[in-house]
């Protein structure tokens, strides 16, 4: 997993315990609340074994902890139900990344490694500080994601009744764009920020504003001008695409009424 994406690997298990509607588990088996405590009891876990392995101490890993039902509905009882342990997991995900990060070589240090499952040990012998990290961020983290995926009595929906429409368009960068001056630049940006909010207090743009991550597309304006050729007629008059540093491409949107799903 690379750097700075071990938080990230967690949301989708958050959102589950954010959203909640669980039904109870199988004879034998744990709750949403005792998977998500264990979730966060065994980060906060191998975080401790991994902050004094990079402070160059020794350390083990023994899972009793994150195991233990008394501990873990002690632990679920004090987070106050799911969405207290969806911050609980947020909060041990980014204990557990800043201590991934701080290792640096000593990731490859082994470290004596206890685990049980269900009474029985399943793993008792070196392992990496950072393969145990990268083990518990995937394979085991998405077991405990399923577990959380069968328990949710949601899990389809019907389509909404209605629909509120938008027209989304995409501030290209073309490709032979334009090169101007310093000066010239400055003042088509501005001139472009100011039609941007000529447009939301004309009330047909709800909100607009540059994006990162992508080289092709520099910005995103919400429409609400009844059709698409409206829209992009609206776009096109924007002094940064007239002068021809930025390019649209326009596309209608339909959501739920006001946002809310059944």
Not at 113 to 137: K, S
Not at 139 to 155: C, I, P, R, Y
Not at 191 to 214: E, N, W
């Amino acid at each position: 997993m690379s750097a700075g994406s071990l938080d990230a690997a967690y949301a989708p298990f958050v959102a589950s315990l954010l959203a909640g509607g669980f039904g109870p588990p199988p004879h034998g088996e744990w709750s949403a609340e005792l998977v998500a405590a264990h979730v966060a009891r065994n980060n906060d876990l191998i975080a401790a074994v991994a902050e004094r392995i990079a402070a160059g101490e020794t350390a083990g890993y023994d899972n009793a902890a994150a195991v233990d039902e008394a501990e873990l509905a002690m632990y679920t009882a004090q987070a106050h139900g799911t969405a207290g342990l969806a911050r609980e997991v947020e909060r041990t995900a980014g204990r557990l990344e800043r201590a991934r990060n701080a290792l640096g070589e000593r990731a490859l240090t082994p470290v004596p490694v206890l685990i049980t499952d269900h009474g029985q040990v399943v793993r008792d012998g070196l392992m990496p500080i950072g393969q145990l990290i990268e083990g518990n961020v995937t394979f085991h983290l998405d077991l405990h994601l399923n577990q959380l995926k069968a328990l949710e009595l949601t899990s389809e929906s019907d389509p909404p009744d209605e629909f509120d429409s938008y027209q989304v368009v995409l501030l290209e960068r073309p490709v032979a764009a334009r090169v101007l001056d310093e000066a010239t630049e400055q003042a088509l940006q501005r001139q472009h920020l100011g039609y941007l909010a000529k447009m939301i207090r004309s009330g047909l743009m709800t909100v607009a504003g540059p994006v990162g991550g992508d080289p092709a597309v520099a910005g995103i304006c919400l429409y609400r001008a009844g059709t698409v050729e409206r829209a992009r007629r609206l776009a096109e008059d924007d002094p940064a695409v007239r002068a021809g540093r930025l390019a649209v491409r326009v596309m209608s949107w339909i959501t739920p009424k006001d946002g809310r799903w059944p």
